[in-house]
Nanobody, 123 residues
Framework: QVQLVESGGGLVQAGGSLRLSCATS????????MGWFRQAPGKEREFVAA????????HYTDSVKGRFTISRDNAKNTVYLQMNSLKPDDTAVYYC????????????????WGQGTQVTVSS
């Protein structure tokens, strides 16, 4: 099982940028799809983005396409989420996740979750 620790959250003004990182431990990182979910107060946790095991395929929810970029560095066992043009609606706790494939990630079939990092976007 992969252990996940997120960092990089914070408070930013609308239009600003943040870069989230998810450091992992465990032997399966380089063979796992990795992803990001988010959960706003009073709402269900929603899929944001996913990347396959070698970084060759990515998938995003429609609301973040063109603004967010997911990437990974298998040498550092780390996955990133670059968030640009942030909006107040992006405010949520962001969770890193591991799953066998991008398709299983999108279907919320997640093997491991991080503890989450808060992102707050002020208007």
């Amino acid at each position: 099982q992969v252990q996940l620790v997120e960092s990089g959250g914070g408070l930013v003004q609308a239009g600003g940028s943040l870069r989230l990182s998810c450091a992992t431990s465990g032997q399966t990182f380089s063979s796992s799809a990795m992803g990001w979910f988010r959960q706003a107060p009073g709402k269900e946790r929603e899929f944001v983005a996913a990347i396959n095991f070698n970084g060759g395929y990515t998938h995003y929810t429609d609301s973040v396409k063109g603004r967010f970029t997911i990437s990974r560095d298998n040498a550092k066992n780390t996955v990133y989420l670059q968030m640009n043009s942030l909006k107040p609606d992006d405010t949520a706790v962001y969770y890193c996740a591991a799953s066998p494939y991008v398709t299983t990630m999108r279907d919320r079939n997640v093997d491991s979750w991080g503890q989450g990092t808060q992102v707050t976007v002020s208007s």
